[in-house]
């Protein structure tokens, strides 16, 4: 798709139209499209796209809500708008969204960016020590390969409940 990169993209809630747009491009990225589209149906809202002109997707990133936690995924941005900082900002996104949700941490799988999450505060963690609910989502289970990485960020300390 040729598009004149020099407008400037608009972020918003993703809605069950942008489906086929999103799947297209987590396609093109190599990246998992199991239970997305569920996703979608069920709250599209989850997802957060950026969009060049009316109905153009070329970014997405999702938040995956399993009670106190989340998981961060599908990041992917359409490769004519790579190097415009938009899953930057997605990421951004997204954090700040699980922050307003109250999540108290943020989990991951990355293939090849392993390097590219730490500088939004996320470090490596063993999938064993992932909480259930994240772990027994189909991305953890099934979508993302055994070698793939796990990463965490803590984003709340809860409350203590008074004794």
């Excluded at 598009?3 to 396609?27: C, E, H, K, W, Y």
């Excluded at 998981?71 to 941005?77: D, E, F, G, H, I």
């Excluded at 954090?95 to 470090?123: K, N, Q, W």
Aim: aromatic share 6%; with cysteine; hydrophobic share 45%.
């Amino acid at each position: 798709m040729s598009t004149s990169l020099t407008m400037t993209p608009t972020f918003r809630g993703a809605t069950v139209g942008d489906t086929n747009a999103i799947l297209q491009l987590l396609t093109a990225a190599g990246l998992p499209v199991a239970g997305v589209a569920d996703l979608l149906s069920t709250d599209a809202r989850q997802f957060v796209v950026a969009e060049a002109d009316a109905r153009d997707v070329v970014a997405v990133a999702g938040l995956e809500v399993c009670c106190n936690n989340a998981l961060l995924r599908s990041v992917a941005v359409r490769s004519d708008w790579q190097r415009h900082r938009l899953g930057h900002q997605l990421v951004q996104r997204i954090v700040c969204e699980a922050e307003s949700r109250g999540i108290e941490a943020l989990y991951l799988l990355t293939m090849t960016a392993e390097h590219y999450f730490p500088r939004f505060g996320f470090d490596v963690v063993a999938r064993d020590a992932v909480p259930a609910e994240i772990a027994n989502t189909l991305e953890f289970k099934s979508a993302c390969p055994a070698s793939a990485v796990a990463m965490t960020r803590a984003l709340v300390t809860p409350i203590p409940s008074p004794s």
